[in-house]
């Protein structure tokens, strides 16, 4: 429970501070399903308006597209391969994996290809593809001026632009209209290989279904015949490249041959006489080399292990790691002695001579076995300085066999190099010399693809797809309208319910008065229908806030004044305040009601009552409290209205005649209502704050932000008001109940048969 520091209000003692339980913290409630349908329902024409709006958009948007019309034809690529010159060959067939897909792929989507349809079919003509030339058939046509060709816009322009107007270049002016007419026709073009097989599929897409195939198919045959082209000049620039190398190479292998043979002469060295035993040597002493080092490896484990477990638990600690039969019998016997040592000693005593000697043959037991161990670790440690020993000889060993190794090779690396040369430039001589042949006799003129089948214009259009976009309209439109939803949400910045007063300001609800239209009473006023029509809703929640404020007075046994406010003016304070004071009248209790709201009073006009004197002209000595009074002719309530305008209202309501107002007033009536001003506007309440038993914050449903209220319930605290809690005014119990309000489904429906309104 939260306990806050309030001022209890005594009859004897108005300045003594005691604690009283606030009510229980509320966290932040969960969102289930039944809230999100509630929020719906409230926000449905929101929604459904966002859904109608964005979809409509949508199907016009749809209609009023250009139709696109996409025309298919198919190529096989040839996977026969014809080697010309090189290992791939230069203008080899087309091997069937994935990356040569791929690249011809780009080849057919490639600007060259691209280039020679445009200008084969003359679609450079055509404003489909040429801004240009769609800019000179729109230039007759009608359309809406530009932001950026207003006057206010060209002459804000002129200020900014400072600079000469460059003279256009021609050149340039081309490659811009190249490279957007480029663009537009690749954005048209789609090529695709079918599956895992060599069948590329070539699609393009026109708003004329008939340039659609023409364009498809022209594709398919140039790239055929840019096939044949690159072939016929690969195989003239082969034949040409061929002979020339041919010669030159026959030139390089015949000097590497003699440059062998002269160094061979030179060095008198015969190839793998002395470095083939000497590797052989290697290659046996670095299999003893990792066997030792194994060995080495081992032992030195077992050494430390051993060492470590003995300056753990003692040199016995050997035995753990290292078996020995000796030791076994001497532990046994060790333990047989201590054994009976046990047994005899609580007979015969420490210092019996049976005793004295099963000590002494203990010990001599345990000096035999410590020495076994110490021989044990001795011997350990020898052995691990051999096997060490034996890899540095190895190592040794190792180093002077490579460096002889070394030193023997030496003589054969300048043979092997020029061997290497003379070999590798023979095998390129013969693989040219047989390529050469190859490309005699090789039919280059086969292209490695063919047409599969070609394309027909097509019968409807492929874009756009008026199901799915109206569909798509639809999905966004929801999901709009949802977002709207959750923004309106968002932005409610009000209290709606009882459960909001509690979790968001901290304090009680005293509970929720629902809203009284004039239209359907009559014209009559809050306090004259809760007179009325005393079984209504309005006056059952008018009478629930004075038991909530009798609650509070028997809990937290304050006095019985209590001072009604609110955070901003228009909140319907003073009609409460004087339906409350008529209600409590009514049911047989004394009850006066103060307006202290001395700038702008409104319970003399709320009860129909005159002003001419009141609560300023008492507290200012121009009248008395007999003159002052007045009297509710209805219920018979007291009244005290603000009386004549002060400047000064501060200071008015400071005056120490107010609170001895008070003190004679109180024992004469069951409540004392404190029409209190609003608190953020003015200071008056503040000073009010202290004068009151009991607080009660009146904030109108749905259109005080929470902000005001949490920052008028701050102010109230530090001026120290006893805050009873708050209360929601003019709720309209219609569409409470679709925030989720309990009390409000009271007022309605079937829950609502106990009211008479």
């Known amino acids: 429970m939260n306990k806050l520091l309030t001022p209890e209000r005594q009859e004897t003692d108005r300045h003594d501070w005691t604690t009283h339980e606030e009510g229980p913290s509320r966290s932040a409630p969960t969102l289930g399903l039944g809230d999100l349908l509630m929020v719906l329902s409230r926000r449905k024409y929101l929604l459904l308006g966002t859904i109608a709006i964005v979809t409509l958009l949508g199907i016009v948007n749809v209609y009023m597209m250009t139709p696109l019309y996409t025309a298919d034809t198919s190529v096989m690529v040839d996977p026969r391969e014809q080697r010309v010159v090189d290992v791939e060959a230069l ?435 809050p306090q004259d229908y809760a007179l009325d029509k005393p079984a209504s809703a309005y006056s059952q929640a008018v009478k629930s806030l004075f038991t909530s404020l009798i609650i509070a007075h028997q809990r937290k046994g304050s006095g019985n004044i209590v001072m009604l406010t609110s955070a901003v003016p228009g909140e319907g304070k003073s009609s409460l305040a004087a339906t409350l004071a008529r209600v409590i009248a009514i049911a047989g209790r004394r009850v006066l009601i103060i307006d202290c709201d001395l700038r702008r009073p409104n319970i003399h006009r709320t009860l129909g009552l005159p002003n001419q004197l009141g609560l300023a002209d008492f507290l200012h000595g121009d009248a008395t409290l007999p003159d002052v009074m007045r009297t509710d002719t209805r219920t018979g309530a007291d009244v005290i209205t603000a009386g004549s305008p002060t400047d000064y209202p501060e200071e008015t309501i400071r005056n120490p005649l107010f609170d001895q107002m008070l003190f004679n007033l109180r024992p004469q009536y069951d409540l004392i209502l404190l029409d209190a001003p609003p608190v953020l506007p003015v200071s008056d309440t503040r000073i009010l704050a202290e004068k009151a038993s009991q607080t009660v914050v009146v904030v109108k449903w749905r259109r005080t932000p929470r902000k005001l209220v949490q920052l008028a319930i701050r102010q109230l605290g530090d001026a120290g008001a006893n805050i009873a809690g708050v209360a929601l005014n003019q709720v309209d119990t219609t569409k409470a109940a679709r925030y989720g309000s309990g009390e409000a489904e009271y007022y309605m429906g079937r829950r609502g048969s106990y009211f008479k309104n």
């Open 91 to 525: 203008v080899s067939g087309a091997p069937a994996d994935q990356s040569t897909i791929e690249s011809e792929i780009q080849v057919i989507r490639s600007d060259e290809l691209a280039m020679r349809v445009i200008r084969q079919l003359g679609l450079d003509r055509l404003a489909e593809f040429n801004p240009r030339v769609a800019a000179e058939q729109n230039a007759d046509s009608f359309k809406l001026p530009s932001l950026r060709d207003l006057p206010p816009v060209q002459w804000a322009k002129s200020l900014l632009v400072t600079e000469e107007p460059v003279a256009p270049d021609p050149a340039a002016e081309e490659a811009r209209l190249q490279t957007s007419m480029l663009t537009t026709f690749l954005g048209r073009l789609s090529v695709s290989a079918v599956g895992r097989s060599r069948v590329l599929t070539i699609s393009f897409t026109s708003e004329n279904p008939t340039l659609a195939a023409n364009v498809a198919n022209t594709i398919a045959s140039l790239y055929i015949t840019q096939q044949l082209e690159q072939k016929f000049d690969a195989r003239q620039k082969a034949n040409a490249w061929l002979g020339e190398r041919l010669t030159r190479l026959r030139e390089e292998v015949e000097t590497a041959e003699r440059a062998v043979e002269t160094a061979r002469a030179g060095l008198g060295v015969v190839q793998g006489r002395d470095s083939g035993l000497v590797n052989e040597q290697l290659t046996q002493l670095n299999t003893q080399l990792v066997m030792a080092r194994a060995e080495n490896n081992t032992t030195q484990a077992q050494l430390r292990s051993v060492e470590n477990a003995v300056r753990a638990r003692g040199v016995r600690a050997v035995f753990d790691v290292v078996d020995s039969t000796l030791v076994s019998g001497l532990r046994a016997q060790e333990a047989t002695l201590r054994q009976r040592e046990a047994e005899l000693l609580n007979n015969l005593g420490p210092r019996h001579p049976t005793i004295v000697d099963l000590k002494s043959q203990i010990s001599a037991i345990a000096g035999e076995i410590n020495n076994e161990a110490e021989n044990r670790l001795r011997a350990l440690r020898a052995q691990a300085s051999v096997t060490q020993q034996r890899v540095t000889s190895l190592e040794q060993s190792m180093s002077r066999l490579e460096q002889e190794a070394g030193r023997l090779n030496q003589s054969d690396v300048e043979i092997r190099a020029l061997e290497r040369e003379a070999e590798a430039n023979r095998a390129l001589f013969e693989n040219f010399l047989a390529r050469s042949k190859e490309t005699q006799s090789v039919d280059l003129e086969q292209p490695n693809a063919w047409i599969v089948s070609t394309a027909s214009a097509p019968l409807g259009p492929s874009f756009p797809s008026k199901p799915l976009f109206v569909a798509v309209a639809l999905v966004l439109a929801i999901g709009l309208g949802l977002i709207l939803v959750f923004l309106a949400e968002q932005l409610e910045r009000g209290l709606q319910t009882q459960e909001d007063v509690e979790r968001l300001l901290r304090m009680p609800s005293l509970g929720m008065i629902p809203l009284v239209r004039r239209g359907r009473l009559t014209r009559k006023t």
